[in-house]
């Protein structure tokens, strides 16, 4: 299993440039996460899915938005890219309500300027 | 979720064990407490989790005090490899109710530095 993948590993936005950030998971895993991290931070939630679907907001959703069409897919949209937008994005999944354990990608480093 | 507080930063010396601790003086009976770490430039990895009884796998002990306000992660051996931030996490067990769907409320953790 290759886990979960993230593409790309780096991209420069210019302001107002729009673009998605891709995420997939090959462990057939319902639930699945998209978190940012912000320099000498921890992780903050912006979206989930429980499945294909279904996807709710987290703490920080303004600025983003997600789809959840295949139980192996999650990708991240940002429409109007704005320097606080600049932050790692980490992607995550779990198999389901009753698991303890969440599997997180190696990140997309964002900047936007 | 309970909050908690851990130190921003340790030290520890390869091959001696390393004690992280971390304060959740506000946790509930419904809660676990749950350890990720983070190497640098990579995602979170899950290390280990308990709810009120000691816990060990192969990567990691966790040492639960009896009231349930305080926990410490034990490396038994740290290596160079397990330089890393390690987060405490407390959360709701799993069908306690409320929305939180496995949310991972992760705070700015510890900075563990093994040094040969």
């Known amino acids: 299993n290759a886990g979960v993948t993230q593409t790309p590993k780096f991209r420069i936005l210019k302001i107002g440039q729009s673009m998605t950030l891709q995420c997939t998971q090959d462990?057939?895993?319902?639930?699945m996460y998209w978190y940012r991290q912000d320099p000498g931070m921890g992780l903050k939630l912006i979206y989930y899915?429980?499945?294909?679907?279904?996807?709710d907001k987290g703490e920080v959703p303004n600025g983003y938005n997600v789809s959840r069409s295949t139980t192996e897919d999650f990708p991240l949209r940002l429409e109007l890219a704005a320097p606080s937008q600049t932050s790692v994005y980490f992607c995550?999944?779990?198999?389901?309500?009753?698991?303890?354990?969440?599997?997180f990608g190696p990140g997309t480093r964002l900047t936007v300027t | 979720d309970a909050k908690t507080t851990q130190p921003p930063s340790m030290d520890c010396a390869e091959g001696r064990a390393a004690n992280l601790p971390c304060n959740h003086s506000?946790?509930?009976?419904?809660?676990?407490v749950y350890w990720y770490r983070q190497i640098h430039s990579q995602g979170p990895q899950y290390i280990i989790h308990?709810?009120?009884n000691n816990e060990t796998n192969e990567m990691a002990s966790l040492i639960i005090t009896e009231d349930r306000k305080s926990s410490t992660l034990i490396l038994p051996h740290a290596t160079l490899r397990d330089t890393a931030v390690y987060y405490c996490?407390?959360?709701?067990?799993?069908?306690?109710?409320?929305?939180?769907?496995?949310?991972?409320?992760f705070g700015q953790g510890t900075i563990l530095t093994v040094h040969p």
């Open positions: 899915s429980v499945g294909a679907g279904i996807t």
């Open positions: 996490i407390v959360r709701l067990r799993l069908g306690a109710g409320g929305t939180s769907y496995g949310k991972l409320t």
């Open positions: 308990g709810l009120k």
């Open positions: 462990m057939n895993h319902n639930y």
């Open positions: 506000t946790i509930s009976g419904n809660e676990y």
């Open positions: 995550a999944s779990k198999r389901g309500q009753d698991s303890y354990e969440q599997y």
